[in-house]
């Protein structure tokens, strides 16, 4: 593994582009035990050899890398040559070889079956008990410890009540399925309990929903927090089986701002770079990908439902991968397509409760154009309905399902959560990025709650975790939600908007200027002063909101006080709830639509040279300074 490590390392030298890792934060505790199930790929995965002893085929060994990059600087210096002449076949085929080379132990047969005897380093409770993985020296396998932290005390669970599940994650839903029922029986066994609870994220969460499916009936579990769940696939997967990747590389940043709670708008920096060299690099890797997780049941139980029988087509022979075929055939059409079902009935008549959180009005980092939290569309992971990509419902949108007379499109106009799998039961968090939930601390309280108490039974159970949520990680400098209306609503009833400094560096906010389109209202700055880190700032407004439902767009700069990029942006959805449905709009004059078309080919231009953003953000400076002049605000 070091090998492909030194790859990866040596293109990151020559590119000058680095990604630090994840981190998280909370506190923790409870009664019952917890089984906690992480993502993809997490669990370390052991074989036998010839003479008796184990051998780990799934692992980071990072020993001896800076050496073994000596090895490949050449020829990859001379592959980025080649990128001059659109050719990435050189790096490509450095990298395709070392992944086949090193990860000939975890390939699969055609029906799904490992060519090798492979099993998880964890099996039973006893060995993945937090306590005893700590005394042992194993601590690295104590999953979300960042998060689910004992020692905090809090809710009265200790290292001797949580334990870390293993699966052979190659295998399909059903399989890693029926191993965690196995493993909560043993956990049950160990402890005495009668039931225990779950948190999970990502892959974590299809095997949880998949569990809940099959086996949800023996009332083992208490609370289910299902965290960024993969329950009907993941774009990645789709990108692997179409063999063809076109990264967001915008969002990508975006993305690594949020996981590394980076506060400086590094997006910037790069939004004017042409980096199409790295779909190059990546396209021409996936087909040496594909040859060794082409036939793992977790690739395909990955793939969404929308393309699952057009992809089957074309990869799976119906006779060498008849029984790869029955397993992912079971799982797309009897699990996922009836989730809402034994979902619901896992809470109604099995006392199951269960919790989602969601992230949603991210791109697919991968470049799928659909609504997703950087990695998974938010359809597959909740089941809701979404608004295509960069686009809105629009005012006079119904919500499919009544839901009791609530009200649950949210805020941005982008998601339906009326026909989500649990309507009441997940939360959505906008802009949160997959696997990077906890660097969020709305998120790790919500989570908290959900798991170790009995506080939240719905998404009505507490004022303080509304269904509809923005982020509040410190990449996002600041949040805002109006004084009267749950966040991301407004109101007749209110009279000023909150904004709240999320910086975990101590850095001052200053608000620059406040630009609302959809209402004709004004806020009034004269009085506000530089916000602190944690604080809040009330802004009055005045103006006239219309008699109707419609979308209103906050754009909120700002100026972060000792950041080397210190002005932002940020933009936010809310529905205003003053009536019935607005209209969508309306055709303007000839002279509007010329000028229309005239704007809509200066924006062309300003992206092409990646300077739309900024223009905009100077615009809203000089409105905001502008209107402090002229109008007093």
Same mark, same amino acid.
């Given at each position: 593994?070091?090998?492909?490590?030194?790859?990866?390392?040596?293109?990151?030298?020559?590119?000058?582009?680095?990604?630090?890792?994840?981190?998280?934060?909370?506190?923790?505790?409870?009664?019952?035990?917890?089984?906690?199930?992480?993502?993809?790929? %997490?669990?370390?995965?052991?074989?036998?050899?010839?003479?008796?002893? *184990?051998?780990?085929?799934?692992?980071?060994?990072?020993?001896?890398?800076?050496?073994?990059?000596?090895?490949?600087?050449?020829? &990859?210096?001379?592959?980025?040559?080649?990128?001059?002449?659109?050719?990435? *076949?050189?790096?490509?085929?450095?990298?395709?070889?070392?992944?086949?080379?090193?990860?000939?132990?975890?390939?699969?047969?055609?029906?799904?079956?490992?060519?090798?005897?492979?099993?998880?380093?964890?099996?039973?409770?006893?060995? %993945?008990?937090?306590?005893?993985?700590?005394?042992?020296?194993?601590?690295?396998?104590?999953?979300?410890?960042?998060?689910? #932290?004992p020692r905090k005390g809090g809710y009265g669970v200790e290292d001797s009540d949580i334990?870390?599940? !293993?699966?052979?994650?190659? !295998?399909?839903?059903?399989?890693?399925?029926?191993?965690? *029922?196995?493993?909560?029986?043993?956990?049950?066994?160990?402890?005495?309990?009668?039931?225990?609870?779950?948190?999970?994220?990502?892959?974590?969460?299809?095997?949880?929903?998949?569990?809940?499916?099959?086996?949800?009936?023996?009332?083992?579990?208490?609370?289910?927090?299902?965290?960024?769940?993969?329950?009907?696939?993941?774009?990645?997967?789709?990108?692997?089986?179409?063999?063809?990747?076109?990264?967001?590389?915008?969002?990508?940043?975006?993305?690594?701002?949020?996981?590394?709670?980076? /506060?400086?708008? &590094?997006?910037?920096?790069?939004?004017?770079?042409?980096?199409?060299?790295?779909?190059?690099?990546?396209?021409?890797?996936?087909?040496? &990908?594909?040859?060794?997780?082409?036939?793992?049941? %977790?690739?395909?139980?990955?793939?969404?439902?929308?393309?699952? #029988?057009?992809?089957?087509?074309?990869?799976?022979?119906? *006779?060498?991968?008849?029984?790869?075929?029955?397993?992912?055939?079971? !799982?797309?059409?009897?699990?996922?397509?009836?989730?809402?079902?034994?979902?619901?009935?896992?809470? /109604?008549?099995?006392?199951?409760?269960?919790?989602?959180?969601?992230?949603?009005?991210?791109?697919?980092?991968?470049?799928?154009?659909?609504?997703?939290?950087?990695?998974?569309?938010? /359809?597959?992971?909740?089941?809701?309905?979404?608004?295509?990509?960069?686009?809105?419902?629009?005012?006079?949108?119904?919500?499919?399902? #009544?839901?009791?007379?609530?009200?649950?499109?949210?805020?941005?106009? =982008?998601?339906?959560?009326?026909?989500?799998?649990? +309507?009441?039961?997940?939360?959505?968090?906008?802009?949160?990025?997959?696997?990077?939930?906890?660097?969020?601390?709305?998120?790790? %309280? $919500?989570?908290?709650?959900?798991?170790?108490?009995?506080?939240?039974?719905?998404?009505?159970?507490?004022?303080?975790?509304?269904?509809?949520?923005?982020?509040?990680?410190?990449?996002?400098? $600041?949040?805002?939600?109006?004084?009267?209306?749950?966040?991301?609503?407004?109101?007749?009833?209110?009279?000023?908007?909150?904004?709240?400094?999320?910086?975990?560096?101590?850095?001052? $906010?200053?608000?620059?200027?406040?630009?609302?389109?959809?209402?004709?209202?004004?806020?009034?700055?004269?009085?506000?002063?530089?916000?602190?880190?944690?604080?809040?700032?009330?802004? +009055?407004?005045?103006?006239?909101?219309?008699?109707?439902?419609?979308?209103?767009?906050? =754009?909120?700069?700002?100026?972060?006080?000792?950041?080397?990029?210190?002005?932002?942006?940020?933009?936010?959805?809310?529905?205003?709830?003053?009536?019935?449905?607005?209209?969508?709009? /309306?055709?303007?004059?000839?002279?509007?639509?010329?000028?229309?078309?005239?704007?809509?080919?200066?924006?062309?231009?300003?992206?092409?040279?990646?300077?739309?953003?900024?223009?905009?953000? !100077?615009?809203?400076?000089?409105?905001?300074?502008?209107?402090?002049?002229?109008?007093?605000?």
């Amino acid at each position: 593994m070091k090998k492909i490590i030194s790859v990866f390392l040596t293109l990151v030298i020559l590119f000058s582009v680095c990604i630090a890792a994840v981190r998280g934060v909370a506190e923790q505790s409870e009664k019952y035990p917890v089984v906690v199930l992480p993502g993809y790929s %997490s669990s370390t995965l052991v074989t036998t050899d010839e003479n008796g002893s *184990d051998r780990q085929v799934w692992m980071l060994d990072l020993g001896g890398v800076g050496g073994d990059i000596l090895e490949y600087i050449v020829p &990859i210096a001379r592959g980025l040559g080649d990128l001059t002449f659109r050719n990435a *076949d050189r790096i490509s085929e450095i990298i395709g070889n070392e992944i086949i080379g090193l990860t000939k132990d975890i390939v699969c047969n055609p029906d799904g079956t490992s060519k090798l005897d492979i099993r998880p380093l964890l099996q039973t409770a006893e060995e %993945s008990c937090w306590a005893n993985l700590r005394a042992s020296g194993q601590g690295k396998f104590c999953y979300f410890d960042y998060y689910l #932290d004992p020692r905090k005390g809090g809710y009265g669970v200790e290292d001797s009540d949580i334990f870390s599940f !293993m699966c052979d994650f190659r !295998m399909g839903a059903v399989d890693c399925a029926a191993r965690l *029922d196995t493993f909560i029986e043993d956990v049950l066994d160990y402890t005495g309990a009668e039931k225990v609870n779950i948190i999970c994220e990502s892959h974590g969460g299809q095997v949880a929903g998949t569990y809940l499916s099959m086996f949800g009936s023996k009332q083992q579990v208490h609370n289910a927090v299902l965290c960024v769940p993969a329950l009907c696939g993941a774009s990645l997967a789709y990108d692997l089986l179409t063999q063809e990747a076109n990264l967001d590389e915008l969002e990508l940043l975006y993305f690594v701002e949020y996981a590394n709670l980076i /506060e400086e708008d &590094i997006h910037w920096l790069f939004e004017a770079e042409n980096l199409e060299f790295v779909d190059w690099i990546i396209q021409g890797i996936l087909p040496y &990908i594909f040859r060794v997780v082409g036939y793992w049941g %977790s690739i395909w139980d990955f793939c969404p439902p929308s393309v699952y #029988d057009e992809m089957k087509a074309k990869w799976l022979d119906s *006779d060498e991968s008849a029984a790869l075929i029955e397993k992912s055939d079971y !799982m797309h059409y009897e699990i996922m397509a009836n989730y809402a079902e034994n979902l619901t009935k896992c809470q /109604e008549e099995y006392g199951v409760n269960i919790t989602m959180i969601c992230g949603t009005d991210a791109g697919c980092a991968s470049g799928w154009r659909a609504n997703s939290d950087g990695i998974i569309t938010t /359809e597959c992971s909740s089941g809701a309905t979404c608004a295509p990509w960069g686009e809105t419902f629009g005012n006079s949108y119904v919500q499919v399902n #009544d839901c009791g007379g609530n009200y649950k499109v949210s805020p941005a106009m =982008t998601v339906d959560a009326s026909t989500a799998f649990l +309507p009441d039961d997940t939360f959505f968090i906008a802009r949160m990025f997959h696997g990077s939930e906890f660097a969020d601390d709305y998120v790790c %309280s $919500l989570a908290e709650q959900a798991l170790f108490t009995d506080n939240i039974e719905n998404v009505y159970s507490s004022p303080a975790y509304p269904q509809f949520r923005y982020s509040v990680n410190p990449s996002h400098a $600041l949040t805002a939600e109006f004084d009267s209306s749950r966040p991301g609503y407004i109101s007749a009833d209110d009279s000023f908007l909150r904004i709240t400094n999320n910086s975990e560096k101590g850095r001052d $906010l200053i608000i620059i200027g406040i630009k609302a389109e959809g209402a004709d209202i004004k806020f009034d700055l004269r009085n506000t002063g530089a916000v602190a880190a944690g604080e809040s700032v009330d802004i +009055p407004f005045k103006g006239n909101l219309p008699q109707e439902r419609k979308l209103v767009k906050i =754009t909120v700069t700002y100026a972060s006080v000792g950041s080397v990029t210190p002005l932002g942006e940020r933009k936010l959805g809310f529905t205003l709830l003053n009536g019935e449905p607005g209209a969508d709009g /309306e055709e303007g004059s000839a002279f509007t639509s010329f000028i229309n078309r005239v704007v809509s080919a200066l924006e062309t231009v300003l992206r092409k040279l990646g300077l739309y953003n900024f223009v905009l953000m !100077m615009v809203n400076v000089f409105d905001g300074v502008f209107g402090r002049l002229v109008y007093g605000f």
